[in-house]
Structure formats: C-alpha cells, structure tokens
C-alpha cells in the first residue's frame, strides 16, 4: 500500500461509517419500546428479543410484500431483458440494409431518457385501466403485473446503450467463425453474443430487479388493495400502521432494508465488472 493511498483509505473507512451508521442505529432502536427510545435512544436496549421481529413480520405481513416485490421483480427483469437482447442485436448487427433506420430506433430508445417520470403516471394509469379491460385485469390497475408494462418501457433507454455498445464491442471475426460452423441467427445470439455479454447481462438484471424493487411512484398511483403491494409502497404506509410503535415501525424498515444491503453486498464485484467491460476484451 502506498503512502499516497491512505489519506483515500481514510476518507472511505469515514463516508462508509458515515452511512452505515444510521442503519445500525435503527437496529438497536428496533428492539426498544417508546420509553426507552425517547429516554436513552442512544444507548443499547435491555435487550435482545428477536420475538419482536417475528411479531411485526406477521402483523405487517412482510412475507406477502417480499413475494410481491420479489415475483414482479423477476419476472420484469427477465422479460425486459429478453426483449431488448434482440432489440439491441437487431440495432447492433443487422443494419447492414437498414442502417438509418437502426440508427433512428437507437436514437428514439435513448431520447427515452429524457422524459421525466412523473409526467408519465397519468399516462401509465391509462394505460393499465385498457389493459385491465382487455387482460381481464391481470394487466390493470390493482394488479402487479400491471405494473411490468411502464417498468420494461422505463428500463429501456439505459438497457439499450449498454447492450449495443456491448455487442459492438464483440469482435466481427467471432460470429463469422460461428456462421462458418453453421450456426444460425438464434444460435449466433445465444452461443455466440450471449456469454461474451454474461458480464453486462448479469449487471443490467442487478440494475433491472433493484430497480422494480425500489420503484414507489407508479406502484403508488396504480396499487389500491394492499394485498398488492410492493416493498416500498407498503413502508410509506408503515407510519400509518405503526403510528404509536415506533420500535416495530423500526423493525419493518430494517426487515424490507436488510435484504437489499445483502444482495448488493454480494453481487457487487459482478456489478463493477458488468460497468467496467464492454462485452469483451482483447
């Protein structure tokens, strides 16, 4: 370690306590009641009762949440994926006839990007109460899967520069060599394009599932039935539901948190290989 990486090392030990700090605290505030948090928030609790955190996992009915979320999370990631993995290579490879309209539907997927989120729930409202009527509901309002349509459309300016630049990054050579072989166009995707991708692919299914995860605008304005709720949704009304327990108020946030602070813990290095690559390298 050179002496010129310290003063960095510092300051990272200091912003990381700095923001895991607060989650430890609401920790140890789980496990008190209000007397204690208003008398000694600072201090530990008397003690350790995890019964207390089996009793709030029922009463907030935090399995049926984590299902929701964790359903539509995967199921949106893989099919937008799915989707704009042919997109991209359509964009990326077979523009040799068509390179002006390749480059117009690249553009349009980008231009994407700069339409605010907000000014699209109306929009999105809309459009969940026609595919309701159409899907007999399992598409409109009330529904979580009435929520993949506006996800997969909101994934994919960011999901199209990443998959394009990585698939033009892949060399020429290689998929001529897979067409020498005999491969054909599904074959050229999935043996040849896709595990030269597996990097950007895992990374953008990371990006995808925290992303539906984390998503509270559109879910507020389409989910009513709170048999529906995602994970975020239902912790803005944890303040409703546990409005005089602010120990079990607690005790909802860290059990929705903790399992987002793990999975990124563990998936990180394939989150920064997937940012660092551009499909291949060499």
Partial sequence: MRRSQI????????????????FFWGVLLSFKNNSEIFSNP???????????????????????????????????SVIEIGLLFFSSFAIARLNHKYNRMSDLAYYMFLSASAIPVLT?????????????????GLLGVDSIWGLMLPYIAGGIPFMTLMLVGGMKSVPLEMEEAGIIDGCGLFRLIFNVEAPLLTPILVTLFIFS??????????????????????????????????????????????MILLPQAVFFVILQKKIIEGMATTGIKG
Wanted: a positive charge; hydrophobic letters at 55%; proline letters at 5%.
């Fill in 7 to 22: 003063p960095l090392i510092i300051v990272g030990i200091i912003a990381s306590l700095i923001m895991i700090l607060p």
């Fill in 42 to 76: 600072l201090v530990l609790p008397s003690k350790f009762d995890f019964s207390l955190y089996a009793d709030t996992f029922n009463k907030a009915h935090i399995g049926r949440l984590f299902m929701n979320s964790l359903m539509l999370s995967i199921v949106t």
């Fill in 120 to 136: 699209l729930l109306m929009p999105y409202y809309n459009l969940a109460l026609f595919m309701g009527k159409i899907s007999g």
């Fill in 209 to 254: 599932f925290l992303g539906v995860w984390n998503e509270f605008p559109i879910a507020s304005i389409q989910l009513h039935n709170k048999n529906f709720f995602t994970i975020p949704l239902a912790l803005a009304f944890f303040k409703d539901q546990f409005s005089a327990d602010y120990g079990a108020m607690m005790r909802g946030v860290v």
